[in-house]
């Protein structure tokens, strides 16, 4: 069964501080993994778009890394804003159109 | 820089009700999708359309689901008799080109059901 799971399930830090989301996922066929921010009450904005061949990108503050061999990513937000407060969603492209999303990690910055 | 728009914001409607949530994707999209996500959950996938058809759906968009592009601009998600169970936030999304060859989807707002 095709699943992506995530943790933790969320994550309190301070403001400037760094932190690192993890994902594993069991989805074939694999296109692509996804990282998206889910502010409360919005649509998800994606953050990051990796293929099987790509081990890292990055973009602004955030950095996706991915290791196809094992079926893990991670995200790692550097300098934490209060703004980076939000869910963080863990998307698999499997199959011809379908996403696959992650539970999230639901992240708290605090002053 | 051009958006999904979603509308309304907010319907609330009676069981066994028909709802239409409509979408408007981005102009030069050919690739939209309706996802669902129940308060508290994960986004779940509905279906996906292309080409005026539907290119692939998920278990839970059964035979009380539709999909329509009634006109070039408008993606509509018909829900033909509510249950409770279909109170969620409901999320349109387009793209360029499918997403295996890692074209960005853009997400709408979202439209929040209630279904009392």
């Known amino acids: 069964k095709n699943q992506v799971e995530q943790s933790p399930q969320s994550l309190i830090i301070l403001e400037g501080k760094n932190c690192t989301l993890q994902c594993n996922y069991t989805v074939s066929p694999f296109s692509n993994l996804r990282w998206y921010k889910q502010d409360t009450g919005r649509g998800p904005v994606s953050l990051t778009i990796m293929t099987f061949s790509e081990n890292t990108k990055s973009n602004g503050r955030y950095t996706a890394t991915l290791d196809a061999d094992t079926k893990q990513s991670s995200l790692h937000i550097t300098a934490s804003q209060l703004s980076d407060s939000a869910s963080y969603i863990c998307?698999?492209?499997?199959?011809?159109?379908?996403?696959?999303f992650g539970a999230g990690t639901r992240l708290a910055v605090h002053p | 820089e051009p958006e999904v728009t979603q509308t309304p914001s907010h319907q609330v409607t009676q069981m066994g009700q028909e709802v239409i949530l409509r979408c408007v994707p981005i102009?030069?999209?050919?690739?939209f999708y309706w996802y669902r996500q129940i308060l508290g959950q994960k986004v779940e996938f509905l279906v996906s359309?292309?080409?005026?058809?539907?290119?692939?759906k998920s278990e839970i968009f059964d035979d009380q689901f539709s999909v329509e592009r009634p006109d070039g601009s408008n993606f509509t998600l018909k829900i033909r008799s509510t249950k409770l169970e279909d109170s969620a936030m409901y999320f349109c999304?387009?793209?360029?080109?499918?997403?295996?060859?890692?074209?960005?989807?853009?997400f709408g707002p979202g439209t929040r059901l209630t279904v009392t």
């Open positions: 102009s030069n999209h050919l690739y």
């Open positions: 999304a387009s793209s360029e080109n499918w997403t295996g060859e890692n074209y960005e989807q853009y």
């Open positions: 998307v698999v492209s499997g199959g011809y159109n379908k996403l696959i």
């Open positions: 359309f292309y080409n005026n058809e539907i290119s692939e």
